[in-house]
């Protein structure tokens, strides 16, 4: 950054301590993102809707959420005024620029395999030895079993489990789950994140709570409830989070434009059941949607799915193969025919 630019961008930054009055935390975020939108600028007043719309796009393939989008428009913005403000453009070079809303129109979700590997690691159906290992790896399985949010993770307690013996699912209670007055019994339907709950139950939960025998919850924090007590704390929303982060790093799984936090998973089984033919009201239940509007963004067939639309329907097709239509074995043998 030229030193011209950088003593522009220090003026702007007081300016928002001084006559904005805004917090340090705000500011040091505005002056990141404008920083960096301005990384090899030698003049400010040359940045324009193109400049700022790349920066959107990288922040968008590099997995970040709308949120900061957002907060990237609105920083580029103030600086835009602030240049206006003193004379250094003519008009807000950003004015034009709406916000990122094009930039993600569908849930992001994981495909299939991805979420195998991530649940369950190289080794399917076998839990890792190290008991926090084994537990993490169950939150995964769980949390996309039954489409769970990070925040109704903790609260689920040993004494909500029972086995349906004619299945042999485990069906869980969710107590007072989110935009909802009641609670609500959620079976898991996949076979292998059945022996992996029951794996967990029968060995490394047990280590993990030994000190605390008593523990209800499924999922014991390591922090106990007063320094240096036996008694365990559930998993906080913050540490599901970070569960799943650390899940996803391990698994290699790369972002791609997603967003890779812990509501993915949700997102996901959302989008394999629909993709399986489940209907949305079926599903709007199953993630317990108080608006069905939630569920409908989770109708996005892919492009997978539009391709084998096509090779299902094709709907110019004239008895069974398009008129003149030839492979592209065929055309080869004819054009060796002519040479």
């Not at 109708?299 to 008129?323: D, N, T, Y």
């Amino acid at each position: 950054m030229q030193q011209e630019t950088a003593t522009i961008l220090g003026a702007w930054v007081d300016h928002l301590v001084v006559v904005r009055g805004l917090s340090e935390a705000s500011v040091s975020r505005y002056e990141r993102h404008v920083g960096r939108l301005l990384e090899g600028v030698d003049d400010p007043a040359t940045l324009d809707g193109g400049d700022l719309d790349r920066y959107l796009k990288r922040l968008y393939h590099l997995g970040r959420g709308r949120p900061t989008l957002r907060l990237a428009v609105t920083a580029a913005r103030s600086f835009g005024q602030f240049l206006v403000y003193r004379g250094l453009a003519e008009r807000t070079p950003f004015g034009a620029v709406i916000g990122p809303r094009g930039y993600r129109r569908e849930a992001p979700a994981l495909s299939v395999s991805e979420v195998r590997r991530l649940i369950y690691g190289p080794h399917p159906g076998r839990l890792p030895v190290e008991p926090l290992s084994a537990r993490n790896r169950v939150v995964l399985a769980v949390m996309y079993g039954l489409g769970l949010r990070r925040g109704e993770v903790g609260p689920l307690r040993v004494d909500n489990l029972k086995i349906e013996e004619s299945s042999g699912c485990w069906a869980v209670l969710v107590r007072g789950a989110k935009w909802s007055d009641h609670d609500s019994r959620l079976w898991i339907e996949e076979p292998l994140i059945n022996r992996l709950v029951g794996a967990y139950l029968a060995g490394p939960r047990q280590e993990l709570v030994a000190k605390d025998p008593e523990c209800p919850w499924l999922f014991p924090s390591t922090r106990p409830v007063v320094k240096g007590g036996a008694k365990r704390r559930p998993l906080s929303a913050w540490a599901v989070g970070d569960i799943v982060k650390r899940g996803v790093e391990e698994a290699g799984i790369e972002a791609r434009g997603r967003r890779l936090s812990s509501h993915i998973l949700r997102h996901s089984v959302a989008t394999h059941l629909l993709q399986g033919g489940a209907g949305e009201s079926v599903v709007q239940q199953f993630l317990r949607h108080a608006d069905p509007r939630s569920t409908r963004v989770y109708l996005h067939p892919g492009e997978r799915g539009v391709r084998k639309m096509w090779k299902r329907a094709r709907p110019l097709r004239q008895g069974g193969r398009a008129a003149g239509h030839r492979t592209g074995v065929e055309l080869l043998e004819e054009l060796r025919r002519r040479e």
